[in-house]
């Protein structure tokens, strides 16, 4: 099976932009989480789809937003782009909801200048 | 919420010795608790996973243990190999229902030939 893909890989944007971010999860797998990853505090969960629905959230500001599409597809946006939302963003998909192996996408590089 | 604290946050062996990544964390109900290899520029890695009803698990040359009462868990690699240098980062799951992972900071791991 393929694996998780992530597009773009690699985007520079100024300040006060937005940004959308794409994720296509392994064949078959229902849920979409996505994560920022940054030197200083490591991999950070942003929040969980599953069958289209947001399921959980984490401590990020309401400029971070996302959407699941039917066929599993997520996308993730950030408006109003600040510096410190330079990162890596990583999107993991699993089989089923809940506690189970997640696989990692390889990422998209934002640099917010 | 959940805390996961990683140690220690560099680790150098020579080849052949075995290292020891460990992990605590803070919710009595987490019970999923995954390991990552991320090597320079790559994604995380799905290396091993445990559940709380299992105290130890092997894959090779690598073991990870658990500890319910202590809310620690461990990562062991023996025979370590240059190929082994990477960050390693443990994670943890309640069981909420949801797939949310709480990652500790990650351990950069140096197997020197």
């Known amino acids: 099976k393929a694996g998780v893909t992530q597009t773009p890989r690699y985007l520079i944007k100024t300040r006060g932009q937005q940004v959308t971010l794409s994720c296509s999860p392994i064949s078959g797998h229902r849920s979409v989480s996505w994560y920022q990853q940054t030197p200083g505090q490591g991999l950070q969960f942003l929040f969980e789809y599953f069958s289209e629905t947001q399921r959980n959230k984490g401590n990020f500001p309401g400029r971070f937003s996302g959407r699941q599409f039917s066929n599993s597809r997520s996308e993730m946006n950030v408006s109003t782009l600040e510096l410190g939302d330079s990162a890596l963003y990583l999107c993991?998909?699993?089989?089923?909801?809940?506690?189970?192996?997640?696989?990692f996408g390889p990422g998209t590089r934002l640099t917010v200048t | 919420g959940e805390n996961v604290e990683q140690h220690p946050s560099t680790l150098s062996v020579q080849e052949g010795d075995s290292a020891v990544i460990k992990c605590t964390y803070s919710?009595?109900?987490?019970?999923?608790f995954p390991w990552y290899k991320q090597e320079l520029g790559k994604r995380p890695q799905l290396i091993i996973d445990i559940r709380s009803n299992v105290g130890e698990k092997k894959d090779q040359r690598i073991a990870v243990t658990l500890n319910k009462t202590a809310k620690h868990f461990s990562l062991h690699i023996t025979e370590t190999q240059p190929e082994d240098s990477a960050v390693y980062f443990c994670?943890?799951?309640?069981?909420?229902?949801?797939?949310?992972?709480?990652f500790g900071k990650g351990t950069m791991l140096l197997v020197s030939p």
């Open positions: 919710d009595s109900a987490s019970n999923y």
């Open positions: 994670a943890a799951s309640d069981n909420s229902g949801y797939s949310t992972l709480t």
């Open positions: 993991a998909s699993s089989q089923q909801q809940g506690p189970y192996e997640q696989y």
